[in-house]
């Protein structure tokens, strides 16, 4: 049980005092949002500079900022060692997440929504040449509707193959990526025979590069 003792006739708890946590840092709430937006800003700035990151996210980019501000605020708004126990709990989710989500993983699904859009396109043409063998290939490629991400990413080129009577016998299809500067380096080519080419280099892929499997 605590005692007492009479100090200038004031009665005061004799024991000690029970520890407080102490969580908020002694800045102010100005001052924790202000460095909260100078960090997030600075941390985002890099990457959304030549506009990349909009691009390969669109308005959820907007978010990820919200979250990143929000993390901060938090961070400042801590003690010190509490901010050191949020580095200790989040770092290691946002290396995971990071391997989880690297470019090569963002990249595959717009390079798979490609590829088909590829194979429809070269589909279609083959089915048209079918049912069409006197005249050939079409002038122009079918219109289809391409899937959100081949849309957004890539362009589509229609290259036919005339004969000395100018006959459509054969062509490609290129696919090369609308802005290579986000990390979106692979162009694909499709032949009329069905095979997937692609390259890494800055231009469109040619027979003769590697072949999809």
């Known amino acids: 049980m605590t005692g ?25 709430w100005s001052r924790v949002g202000l460095w909260a937006g100078l960090f997030a ?13 909009y691009f390969r996210h669109g308005a959820v980019e ?5 979250y990143v501000l929000l993390w901060f605020v938090i ?22 997440s990071l391997g989880l989500h690297g470019i090569a993983e963002e990249n595959a699904a717009p390079e798979a929504a490609t590829v088909e859009a590829l194979r429809g396109f070269q589909s279609s043409l083959n089915a048209h040449g079918n049912e ?19 849309e957004k ?13 100018g006959a459509i016998v054969g062509y490609v299809i290129q696919a090369t990526p609308k802005r290579r500067e986000c990390d979106f380096s692979v162009s ?12 890494y280099q800055q231009r469109a892929a040619m027979a003769g590069d590697k072949t999809l499997e």
């Open 153 to 165: 990413f890539y362009f589509f080129r229609y290259v036919p193959t005339r004969d000395a009577g």
């Open 41 to 53: 800003v600075a941390l985002f700035t890099p990457i959304d500079w030549s506009g990349c990151g």
């Open 62 to 66: 907007l978010l990820h900022f919200v």
């Open 132 to 150: 069409h063998q006197q005249q050939g290939y079409p002038e122009s490629p079918p219109t289809m509707t391409l899937s959100p991400y081949a």
């Open 75 to 96: 961070f400042f708004a801590l003690r010190l060692k509490w901010r050191l126990l949020l580095l200790v709990v989040t770092a290691p989710l946002v290396f995971f």
């Open 4 to 28: 007492f003792k009479f100090d200038g006739g004031k009665m005061e708890p004799n024991g000690e005092r029970q520890p407080s946590l102490h969580f908020r840092s002694g800045l102010r």
């Open 188 to 199: 694909f080519t499709i032949t009329d025979d069905g095979k997937v080419f692609y390259t």
